[in-house]
């Protein structure tokens, strides 16, 4: 089974993404989120396998020395397809990328080779409404997708991994450092 690295998000803006989630599972669009079992976040990595107990002990360091931090969430995206994802897109900037470089760089002994969709500089850091979306329901995802207040601020409160499918979460760690 494939591991996630993510970061979590903090309550209220976990809160504003499963209401979206849940508008969606309420129509006929297939495939939302809100029953998978995980939690709104930012997927940093993605490994078919991985030594999750030198992981642990590594993005636990890594939590400690790292601050939550802020996020804006500005607009809404669609990965391409045959089925497509709907997605909400935060603002890259420039501390985004390191912490997405830094975690690529302590966990590259920890598991197989990383996705290529996840590796620096082919990274595209998004936060899923929907997945495997036919054509003909793609509209009706973005407009729900279209309601949500722009731009919607979030803070990144957790970095943690999960086991897929179906979702299980291994392990979680507050950002703590000052």
């Not at 470089?101 to 850091?125: E, I, M, N």
Request: hydrophobic share 45%; charged share 10%.
């Amino acid at each position: 089974m494939p591991f996630a690295i993510q970061l979590f998000f903090d309550p209220a803006s976990d809160t504003a993404v499963r209401s979206l989630w849940a508008e969606l599972a309420s129509t006929e669009v297939p495939f939302p989120l809100r029953d998978s079992g995980n939690r709104p976040h930012v997927s940093l990595a993605i490994y078919g396998e991985l030594n999750t107990a030198v992981c642990a002990g590594l993005l636990s360091s890594f939590a400690e020395t790292r601050s939550p931090f802020a996020l804006s969430i500005a607009s809404l995206g669609i990965f391409p397809g045959e089925q497509a994802v709907v997605f909400l897109a935060p603002i890259v900037s420039s501390s985004l990328l390191d912490l997405h470089r830094q975690v690529h760089q302590l966990l590259q002994d920890t598991g197989t080779l990383p996705s290529t969709y996840y590796l620096p500089g082919h990274w595209t850091p998004h936060c899923t409404l929907a997945t495997r979306v036919p054509a003909h329901f793609l509209s009706q995802a973005v407009a729900i997708g279209l309601g949500m207040s722009f731009p919607l601020p979030i803070s990144i409160e957790e970095i943690g991994v999960i086991e897929y499918p179906p979702v299980n979460h291994l392990f979680s760690f507050r950002l703590a450092g000052g």
